[in-house]
């Protein structure tokens, strides 16, 4: 069992910046990757990022490569996203995810546990 909890989420104006956090507690994660996805109203929930526990490997949604940055304090269970240069568009739900795939995963069937999410709002 593993316990994900988002934060950081909130409403900032285009172009600002956010980091958000998912805070993992429970079983053992030290061999899985975490992936970062995102829903909005009446969209599909779509792949942002993600990076495997161990090691330097990181993958980005081409909507936000070059503004979004996953990294990983493996000493706090803890994954961050930062997300710079924000647009209307980012707008969604945001939530964190575990599995365990050898490879860095962009399906959000690849992943086992969820958190609640985080609400990003961006304005205009």
Partial sequence: QVQLVESGGGLVQAGGSL???CAASGRTISSSGVGWFRQAPGKEREFVSAIKWSGATTYYADAVKGRFTIS???AKNTVYLQMNS???EDTANYYCAVG???YIASQATDYTYWGQGTQVTVSS
Avoid: A, E, G, H
Wanted: proline letters at 17%; aromatic letters at 8%; hydrophobic letters at 25%.
């Fill in 72 to 74: 990983r304090d493996n």
């Fill in 100 to 102: 365990w795939r050898p």
């Fill in 86 to 88: 924000l647009k209307p």
């Fill in 19 to 21: 980091r958000l956090s």
